[in-house]
């Protein structure tokens, strides 16, 4: 009996401290955080690293980059599911693209400027179709976009290597310096 005690202890204790240690690329990162439906606390903490070096260099584009990455994820995600329940969730989360990561000369820079127009223009077309009048017009002279093409647009953006390959990099450098969860993350973890 008391070897069973021991075995199952040793186990307990390497999840435990499997817990403490960073997923270890942003894919995994992002996996875990959307299995939870949470963030989790290496988001939150990766988050905070792009905040404060958003903040020394003065230059805010780790910090939007990472939400561009997490928002054009459950876009897919919704897309994917394609629930009529969630079709407004859906349509609200790519309507706010655009204002959001695609002004004029600010926001996510792609590595395809060619991509970027498109996806800039698609947004455009797509915010025009759904609101208002002018989406009724727009309906009426056959200038309309598709959830689908806006989504695909999307996601070839995500790949972009500006985008993906940016973040994954400087998730790397994040893990680099073995980074540790304060200590009230780490017991919220374990319960």
Not at 29 to 53: D, I, R, Y
Request: aromatic content about 6%; glycine content about 6%.
């Amino acid at each position: 009996m008391k070897l069973l005690t021991t075995m199952g202890s040793i186990c307990s204790n390497q999840n435990e401290s499997n817990q403490q240690l960073p997923p270890p690329d942003l894919s995994e990162l992002l996996q875990q955080t959307e299995k939870t439906g949470l963030p989790t606390p290496w988001l939150s903490e990766f988050q905070h690293s792009c905040v404060n070096l958003d903040q020394r260099t003065g230059v805010k584009w780790r910090t939007s980059l990472l939400e561009f990455i997490l928002e054009v994820r459950t876009i897919i995600r919704l897309h994917k599911e394609g629930k009529a329940e969630k079709e407004e969730t859906l349509r609200e989360l790519i309507l706010q693209m655009e204002e959001r990561f695609f002004q004029e000369e600010e926001g996510v820079a792609l590595a395809d400027s060619g991509l970027r127009e498109r996806l800039v223009d698609g947004l455009e077309e797509y915010s025009g179709q759904v609101m208002g009048a002018q989406g009724t017009i727009n309906a009426l002279k056959g200038r309309t976009i598709s959830t689908t093409s806006v989504v695909s647009l999307l996601q070839q953006a995500y790949l972009d290597p500006n985008v993906w390959d940016k973040m994954d990099k400087l998730y790397a450098k994040f893990i680099q310096h073995n980074p540790n969860l304060p200590t009230l993350a780490v017991l919220l973890s374990i319960l």
